[in-house]
């Protein structure tokens, strides 16, 4: 489903008592915009936030994204920003349903208009 314009954050609302975790990088992690994704989520759930995304992330990122997810074991990912991120979120979750981690969905908030990542599976 794509969800677009004012208001589309609402749709968050739906995700209730679960654990949510939010992939970004360390500048939307401590932006006001963050506030803006956690105001849309409904205080019964519980967040964690992976930063340590960078532009073009590396393996290495994806293994510790990896690592971190094998151990927070959350029920929803978001990533949260630009491509890089996007691209990240999709392929941590991707990889760690391939170790047998599984989540109810992921979904791909942009921060950045042009790199079309939230609307396709592959990630670069």
């Known amino acids: 489903r794509l969800y677009s314009g004012p208001g589309s954050l609402k749709v968050l609302s739906r ?15 401590r932006s006001p915009l963050i506030n803006t ?25 994806v293994v510790k994204g990896i690592a971190q997810m094998q151990t927070l074991r959350p029920d929803v990912v ?11 979120a999709k392929a941590i979750v991707w990889f760690g349903r391939q170790c047998g981690i599984e989540i109810e969905t992921c979904v791909a908030i942009p921060t950045t208009s042009g790199t079309g990542s939230e609307v396709t599976s592959a990630c670069v």
Request: proline content about 6%; charged content about 15%.
């Open 15 to 29: 995700f209730s008592h679960k654990h949510i975790w939010i992939i970004c990088d360390v500048f939307l992690a």
């Open 37 to 61: 994704l956690h105001q849309a989520l409904p205080d019964s759930n519980r967040l964690s936030i992976f930063s340590e995304i960078t532009p073009d992330p590396t393996i290495q990122t």
């Open 78 to 88: 978001i990533g949260f920003g630009g491509g890089s991120a996007l691209d990240a």
